[in-house]
Structures are given as C-alpha cells and as structure tokens.
C-alpha cells in the first residue's frame, strides 16, 4: 500500500482566509449611506489603519451579510463598523453573527422620517446579551475613532460561551 500523501489538501474555500486582511470592515446598508460613512475610511486612513467597505443591506441581502459577518475574523478583520439608515438593521445583525466588536453608525437618510432618530434607536436598543456600541447619528468619524481605540488594545477574542437564553 503507498505511504498516504502528506502534502495538505488544497482548501480553496479557505484561501481568503488569513491574517492579509484589513483589520477593520466598514459595512453600510445602502449605496445611499456611502458618502456619509466616507468620514470613518478617512480617518482610519489617517492613522494607517487598513480597512475595507462593503454595501450588504441586512434587509435585502441578509445571506451575505450572515456570511461576510460569520466569517470576517477568519480574515483578520478585529472590528466592524456598520452604518445604516431608517430601520437600521445592520450593526444588530453583523452582531448576531460574529464575536468582533461592532460599532453602529445611524445615518441620516433622504427617505426617513425622523432624520436619523429612527436608525438611532434600531441600533442602540440591542437585546441582552448581544451588544452593538453606537455612536451619533453620522458619527462616522468617531466610529473610526473608537476603532482604533479597540484596535489599541491588542489582545484576542475569547470564544462565546453561547448565545444567552431570552431571560438572561
Ligand atoms: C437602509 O435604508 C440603508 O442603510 C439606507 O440608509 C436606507 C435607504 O436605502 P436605499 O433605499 O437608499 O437603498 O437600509
């Protein structure tokens, strides 16, 4: 019988996967919400720290946000900021699905009604258990500002113990 091959399996699904990614993502719901999260790439950039937007709408799309969340530490990523409009879905979401820290911009949209208090309130008022940090309604600055603060702190992501029961 020939010696079994040593040589590791080829793993394409994990080949994005590494320490070359940015250590921070900056998610947005909409291609609307892009210039008013355009702040938060600045700043990083000002403080070389690398990072990388992406438009994932946890309403219209909320597969990939589930996989681009599940699978963003893997890549490097150490925090995420989310920023969103109206119902403001998508921090809360990207939380459900990752142990990273996750910062919620509230953006004002053309279409809300309470210019931003609405986003406001669908990103801070997270259940137990599942946090989001949220900064000011277009506090895209200060998202990016909190950031590296996380980022300064070094250290590792212990796992999650599980999720919390709905009573804890
Ligand atoms: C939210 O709905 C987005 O984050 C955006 O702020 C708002 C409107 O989105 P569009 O209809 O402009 O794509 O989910």
Redesign the pocket.
Known sequence: MPPPDESPLPLPILEEFGEGGPLVAIL??????RE?IEAAGVELDNRGISWELRVL????DPRAVAEYASTAALRGVRVIIA????????PGVVAAYTDLPVIGVP??????VLGGLD?LLSIVQMPPGVPVACVSVNGSRNAAVLAAKILAQGGGYPRSPGRPTADS
């Open positions: 947005i719901g909409s291609e609307s919400d008013a709408s946890a309403h219209r920023g969103a409009g109206m119902a403001a879905a998508l953006l004002t949209s053309s279409k809300s986003a």
